[in-house]
């Protein structure tokens, strides 16, 4: 004998609602989701860039700093590694950033050996650090500009 499961009409309006609350509630979760992804993306900050620029000059490596993507007005440490024949790190000072968030700037560093063959063969690491986000950037070149003329 076949058995039948009866449903009556109001159960499959519950069972409706049920759904439809259902529906409901992963579409706003969904919603909510999406909304804090786009939000993070949009605030997020832009990774901060550095190059520079040597030569070599009669007062020493002359140096240029540029960047974009720095804390708007902040102030930016740059450090160097050691120099060819310089026997501790360099520090060439706090720069700001201007209202866009871009560094420019100018230091002279000292000649620091007479070898040309040490300042081609060796590289100078030079880091930015934002003061007032964290954020920090790199980049590398060679030490001749450190040679002395």
Known sequence: ?????????????????VASALAVTMGITALALF????????????KPQL???AERSPQG???????????????IKI????????????DFGMFSA???GNLNGRKVAPC???????GSSEQVTITAADSTSGAKATTKLTGAAWVCQ
């Open 79 to 90: 450090t160097g590694t050691r120099a060819p024949g310089s026997a501790t790190p360099q």
């Open 61 to 75: 490596a002359r140096l240029t700093f540029k960047g974009k993507g720095w804390t708007p007005s902040g102030r």
């Open 112 to 118: 620091t050996s007479n070898s040309t063959d040490e």
């Open 35 to 46: 909304s804090q992804a786009a939000f993070a993306f949009a605030t997020a900050q832009a």
């Open 51 to 53: 190059s520079v620029e």
């Open 1 to 17: 004998m076949q058995q039948f499961l009866r449903i009556s009409r109001g159960s499959r309006r519950a069972e409706g609602r």
């Open 98 to 100: 201007d209202s866009a």
